[in-house]
């Protein structure tokens, strides 16, 4: 501009109807830091004093698409076919003049359209009846509401980390053995959705059989009592069904009391009322009194007295996870305190049904009572050496 103010007044006349500004040009998209799938919306505006000969856009310099010239513009971008990653939006504006004065302006966004790449780890596809499967999903990133179906149950996934997640399944005692779909189905925070069908083998476990239970003609009468079965029941699986997605339990279980097994998990009986049940809990014997502590860290959901539990302690270690002490003399505890591992929660009884003082101990996963002892070896923290497929 400086030269032409130094131009005779004659050559200035003769190109001072040219316009040398080139079009003003803006350019925006929503929110440049974010990811984009789908549909982006790119807008802005180009004027020129001598008008628009042509405004165009173009995407990672392919071909320009050409955009209406009368000022504020709008245009829907299609990203669900570019591949992932940066790209770059470039409009471009030219003035209606023989020196065609140009204005490009570019915009960056990124674009995901993939979905998150689900694994599931080898040990994961293999347990058995009345035992945990844990499944430890790894997936390229954060998971939005992941979850899992197996056996018609949806099971959440809680994450262990960003990229890291664990679901704890029981499997019941009475599940049949054999091969069964695990559906795992998550989005990441685009909204792209990612499946993933494993099948896992649930192996026969070989329960104890045998034992014959005699009950008092009171015992009898309450086992085949159903309202007194339905509210033992009812108490139970409302607290089976708390809902706390944080890890409470840390390393293994310890075990809640010093006596001898007097009857393990799962083993087949017949009562004297008749009723044939496998014993979902692993029943410690010693003298009335003994000392009974909280099996890990956690927060007490029930602590009451029931009709066939007897004396009733829950504690709920979070993420579905949950120890029931049964029969006990004396209870320490109150609903809603947090105990923590080995703490006292009451002593060894004889009350509800029951035949001899001795505490029936259960550890219940999402409604599903598996074998306790699993606990006091496998706390299912995720080993270093998982291997995913
Ligand atoms: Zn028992």
């Known amino acids: 501009m400086r030269a032409h103010r130094l ?3 004659a050559s200035l006349l003769s190109i001072g109807c040219l316009d040398h500004r080139p079009p003003t040009l803006s350019l925006s998209v929503p929110e440049t830091d974010r990811v984009y799938r789908q549909a982006l919306e790119i807008s802005g505006e180009a004027s020129d004093p001598s008008g628009l000969a042509s405004l165009s856009l173009s995407v990672d310099g392919g071909e320009p698409i ?5 000022g504020a513009f709008q245009h829907t971008l ?16 030219t003035d209606d003049t023989s020196l065609a004065n140009t204005t490009r302006s570019s915009v960056a966004f ?7 790449e689900l694994r599931i780890a080898e040990r994961s596809l293999k347990t058995a009846q ?3 499967l844990a499944v430890f999903v790894s997936a390229t990133e954060v998971l939005v509401e992941p979850k899992l179906t197996f056996l018609e149950r949806e099971i959440p996934l809680y994450p262990l980390s960003s990229t890291l997640y664990r679901s704890l399944i029981g499997i019941s005692v009475k599940q049949e053995a054999g091969t069964f779909p695990l559906v795992l189905a998550a989005t990441d925070a685009l909204g792209n959705t990612g499946e993933r069908t494993m099948e896992v083998e649930i192996a026969a476990t070989d329960f104890e059989k045998g034992g014959y239970i005699k009950l008092t003609k009171k015992q009898q009468e309450n086992q085949k009592d159903d ?8 108490k139970r699986e409302a607290a089976w069904a708390h809902v706390d997605p944080q890890q409470h339990w840390g390393g293994p279980f ?3 009391a010093e006596g001898s097994i007097s009857s393990p998990f799962g083993k087949y009986r017949e009562y004297s009322s008749g009723v044939r049940s496998h014993h979902l809990g692993l029943d410690l014997s010693n003298e009335p009194g003994t000392p009974i502590y909280a099996a890990n860290d956690g927060v007490v959901l029930l602590a009451e007295r029931l009709y066939i539990m007897g004396n009733h302690v829950i504690v709920h270690h979070g993420q579905g996870v949950a120890s029931a002490y049964s029969h006990l003399s004396s209870v320490a505890v109150s609903a809603g305190d947090r105990v923590q591992k080995g703490q006292l929660i009451g002593t060894m009884g004889s009350t509800g049904q029951s035949t001899g003082p001795h505490l029936h101990w259960e ?15 496998e706390s299912f923290e995720p080993p270093d050496d998982l291997v995913f497929r």
């Open 363 to 377: 550890v219940v996963v999402h409604g599903e009572k598996i074998h306790p002892l699993e606990w006091e070896e």
């Open 254 to 256: 310890l075990r809640p």
């Open 110 to 116: 990124a674009s995901d359209n993939t979905p998150p």
């Open 227 to 234: 309202s007194k079965v339905t509210y033992d029941r009812t």
């Open 78 to 93: 299609d990203t669900s076919t570019l591949p992932d990653g940066v790209h770059l939006v470039e409009v471009v504006a």
């Open 7 to 9: 131009l005779p007044l």
């Open 66 to 70: 050409a955009l209406p010239t009368d």
């Open 130 to 132: 009345g035992e945990v």
